[in-house]
């Protein structure tokens, strides 16, 4: 689940290892590796419309980011500067069981 971690960036896979421990001031990167569905990776509150992106993933502390609509084989990088645990869903597939969680420590 966790590549790269010499350089502080955690990928994760999601459906697979949907759970992933990091520290305040690292990132995880999202990848689109399914075969062939969009899907977003989204924050706090569902938006109504999961289309747009919202939010700033350079800097999340909490509340609602929106990945937008990754098409397959894209990357969405979010950069966790607040410690908690935050809950993640796919917008698109969350009925699914398309969720998952990052949890920042100190
Ligand atoms: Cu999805």
Redesign the pocket.
């Known amino acids: 689940m966790i590549a790269g971690a010499d350089d502080g960036v955690a990928s994760v896979m ?1 459906f697979i290892e949907p759970k992933v421990v990091i520290h305040v001031g690292e990132s995880v990167s999202f990848v689109n590796n ?1 075969m062939g ?4 990776v989204t924050f706090g509150a569902e938006p109504a419309n999961p289309f747009p992106p919202l939010g700033d993933p350079t800097n999340y502390t909490g509340g609602q980011l929106n990945s937008g609509i990754l098409p397959p084989g894209v990357t969405f990088t979010v950069t966790f500067n607040k410690a908690g645990v935050y809950d993640y869903i ?5 009925y ?1 069981g ?1 969720v998952g969680k990052v949890v920042v420590k100190d």
């Open positions: 999601r399914g569905e969009p899907h977003t796919c917008a698109l597939h969350d699914f398309m």
